[in-house]
C-alpha cells in the first residue's frame, strides 16, 4: 500500500505562482509513476503532468505545457509541482497519484486533493 498526500494548494491572482508538493509513504519501494491530475468544478478529472520515478522522464498536458514543472526528491519520497503563470482556468483540486508497474497500468494510489484557485 502507497499512501500520498498534498499540500501547498491556496489562492494566487492570474500570473502568479504556488507549488505544490505531495509526500508518498508506506510500500514506496514499488513506485514507478508519480502524477498530478485536476478536477475542476462542473468537469471531468483531468491528466496534468506526471514523472518516471526512477529516470525522472516527464510528461505534460499540453494545457499546461511551458508552464508547469514537476520534479521528484526520491530520497524524500516527495513530488513537487511548480506552477508558474498560473491562468483562471488552472482553478481546480489538485489530486497526486502514484502507480507501481508499466506505464499502462493506471494510477492506483490518490491523494485527498488540495484546491489552486486563481484569481482574474
Known amino acids: 500500500q502507497v499512501y500520498v498526500q498534498e499540500s501547498g494548494g491556496g489562492l494566487v491572482p492570474a500570473g502568479g505562482s504556488l507549488r505544490l508538493s505531495c509526500a508518498a509513504s508506506?510500500?514506496?519501494?514499488?513506485?514507478?509513476?508519480m502524477g498530478w491530475f485536476r478536477q475542476a468544478p462542473g468537469k471531468e478529472r483531468e491528466f496534468v503532468a506526471a514523472?518516471?520515478?526512477?529516470?525522472?522522464?516527464?510528461d505534460y498536458s499540453d494545457s499546461v505545457k511551458g508552464r508547469f514543472t514537476i520534479s521528484r526528491d526520491r530520497a524524500r519520497n516527495t513530488m513537487f509541482l511548480q506552477m508558474d503563470n498560473l491562468k483562471s482556468e488552472d482553478t481546480a483540486v489538485y489530486f497526486c497519484?502514484?502507480?507501481?508497474?508499466?506505464?499502462?497500468?493506471?494510477?492506483?494510489?490518490w491523494g485527498q486533493g488540495t484546491q489552486v484557485t486563481v484569481s482574474s
Open positions: 508506506g510500500g514506496t519501494g514499488g513506485i514507478s509513476f
Open positions: 514523472i518516471s520515478w526512477r529516470g525522472g522522464i516527464e
Open positions: 497519484a502514484a502507480k507501481r508497474g508499466p506505464p499502462e497500468y493506471v494510477y492506483d494510489y
